[in-house]
Structures are given as structure tokens and as C-alpha cells.
């Protein structure tokens, strides 16, 4: 009788240390050991509707990032704006400050980006022509690079705990120096734009 008293004592001792440790263990701590790591490389395309001028564009990107540290990540993008044409050859840098994409599946970060922008530009010259006796007007077409910097916020969100791709929703606003932007398939310039804004719609794949 003793013997099964002690097998008794020594079970429920068992049990009452295993339900201890259930409520010690944290809920977290579990969901992010069973969410693989994120791996810090990843390759994306993107989608950019472009307001400016109060009319829209419609341009991309492909880019590759990596996340340097756990709240930083830096890219390198080509892209461009298919109804202008405009291309776009630059850097971004990321500061994630809210959420996390291993526990609740979002992050939230501010963008600062510098590029350079190539399009192509009417000139228009003008003169007084001593033997037409008035002002002629000729233009020319020329390419220019002005530097762009670039301002933003978005979130990454991960919608499947093993999933190989993020997707990532953003608004970025730009300046460009120097040049600006002409209207587009206009023979002679009298609309120009320095500020543009992104509407960004990203896929990025590790």
C-alpha cells in the first residue's frame, strides 16, 4: 500500500510540474520557434501608379534588398514610368519601428531614398530673325539626369506563416533637382513637375 501511495505522490508531482511549466512557457516565444527565419536577402517587383501634373502615370520597379539589421534594410531599384518614359537608377534605405513579421505578421517602416532620373526633355529656343523680321521658335529634344530624393511610408505583411514572399503597400512622395519633369508628347513645354507620388504595390520573394 505504501509503495502505491509513493507511485501516487511521485505522478501527481509530475503533473502538477508539467502544468507549472505550461503556464510559465510564453505564447510568443512559441510562435516565432515555429515560423521559420526570414531570410535577409529578398528580390521584389513593383507596380507604382504616379500622380503629378494632377494626372496620372503608370510605371515599375524590380529591386533586390537586404536587411542589414533587425530594424534596417537597404535596396538597390531600377525603374521607371512607362507613360512618360522616365527611368529611375537609385537607393533606398528602411527604418522598420512598428510590428514584426514572425509574431504578427506586419511591419511598419519610413523610406529615404536618393536616385537618378533619366527622361527626355523639349527645348525650345527663340530668336529675332533680322531677315523675317520677327521671333522664330525652334526646339530640340534633349536627355536629362537631374538627382531625386525620395520620402515614404508602408508596411510588409506576410500572410502564411511558411510563406516564401511578402507583400508590401507604400507611399512615397519624390523631389527632383534641377530639371523637371515635362508633359508628356507636348511640342512645346508648359507644364513642368518636380514633385511626383508613388503608390507602391510590391512582391518581394527570399
Known amino acids: ?16 510540474s508539467s ?9 510568443e516565444e512559441k510562435v516565432v520557434a515555429s ?12 507596380l507604382s501608379p504616379a500622380f503629378y501634373m494632377n494626372s496620372f502615370g503608370f510605371g515599375g520597379a524590380v529591386s533586390t534588398e537586404y536587411r ?7 535596396d538597390i531599384f531600377a525603374a521607371s514610368i512607362f507613360t512618360q518614359p522616365l527611368y529611375e537608377f537609385g537607393l533606398n534605405w528602411r527604418f522598420f519601428f512598428s510590428g514584426d513579421l514572425k509574431t504578427l505578421h506586419r511591419e511598419d517602416f519610413l523610406l529615404l531614398g ?11 529656343y ?16 534633349q ?10 511610408y508602408g508596411r ?25 519633369i515635362p508633359e508628356p508628347d507636348a511640342d512645346f513645354i508648359t507644364r513642368k513637375a518636380n514633385f511626383v507620388t508613388y503608390f507602391d504595390f510590391s512582391i518581394f520573394f527570399f
Open 1 to 16: 500500500m505504501k509503495n502505491v501511495q509513493k507511485i501516487v505522490a511521485f505522478l501527481m508531482l509530475l503533473a502538477c
Open 19 to 27: 502544468f507549472a511549466s505550461f503556464f510559465l512557457d510564453n505564447p
Open 35 to 46: 515560423t521559420p527565419d526570414i531570410p535577409p536577402l529578398r528580390f521584389g517587383a513593383t
Open 68 to 74: 542589414v539589421l533587425k530594424n534596417h534594410s537597404a
Open 114 to 124: 536618393a536616385s537618378m532620373v533619366i527622361f527626355k526633355s523639349v527645348v525650345v
Open 126 to 141: 527663340g530668336g529675332f530673325d533680322e531677315e523675317e523680321e520677327d521671333f522664330v521658335f525652334e526646339s530640340e529634344e
Open 143 to 152: 536627355y536629362f539626369h537631374p538627382p531625386r530624393v525620395s520620402v515614404g
Open 156 to 180: 510588409d505583411m506576410l500572410f502564411f506563416d511558411k510563406a516564401n514572399f511578402l507583400c508590401r503597400l507604400a507611399i512615397r512622395m519624390s523631389y527632383i533637382f534641377g530639371e523637371s
